[in-house]
């Protein structure tokens, strides 16, 4: 849980909330449904995926602004639209967070619409 350079592993102290879409015995591979004494993190709902269902935060966002997809397929959907995930990435400047660190991560930000700085490639300029 230390180790996580992203502060994303949770200890669950108390009774964790239940989700509706888990009929299932606590797994060690899923984590679901949350275990009293447990540490866990995010694996975007693998048992749902396997239904062919997207994780409930990206249907529940009442904005709309997460997506999920596969890089490979370059489509990613928010549960309303399908679009191509490197249009999404190029368009709005998408960015992987803590990158440097060589973790490799497989999840994309977004900045603001209205950001105050223009987009440039990695290669636009060979001096930075």
């Known amino acids: 849980m230390a180790a996580c350079p992203y502060s994303a592993r949770v200890f669950n102290w ?4 239940e989700l ?4 299932n ?10 275990k ?5 993190k995010c694996d975007f709902c693998p048992d749902l995926l396997r239904q062919r269902k997207l994780p409930p935060c990206i249907t529940d966002c009442p904005n709309g602004v997460l997506y999920f997809g596969d890089a490979i ?9 399908t679009v191509r995930l490197s249009k999404l990435l190029r368009d709005k400047a998408g960015y992987r967070y ?4 060589g973790t490799q991560p497989n999840v994309y930000y977004l900045p603001p619409v209205d950001r105050m700085f223009p ?7 060979p001096d930075t």
């Open 14 to 17: 108390g009774k964790p909330k």
């Open 20 to 23: 509706d879409d888990y009929n």
């Open 25 to 34: 015995e606590y797994s060690p591979e899923t984590s679901v449904p949350s």
């Open 36 to 40: 009293v004494g447990t540490v866990e």
């Open 73 to 81: 397929d370059d489509t990613v959907t928010n549960g309303v639209e």
């Open 98 to 101: 803590l990158e440097e660190l």
């Open 119 to 125: 987009f440039k490639e990695k290669n636009d300029n």
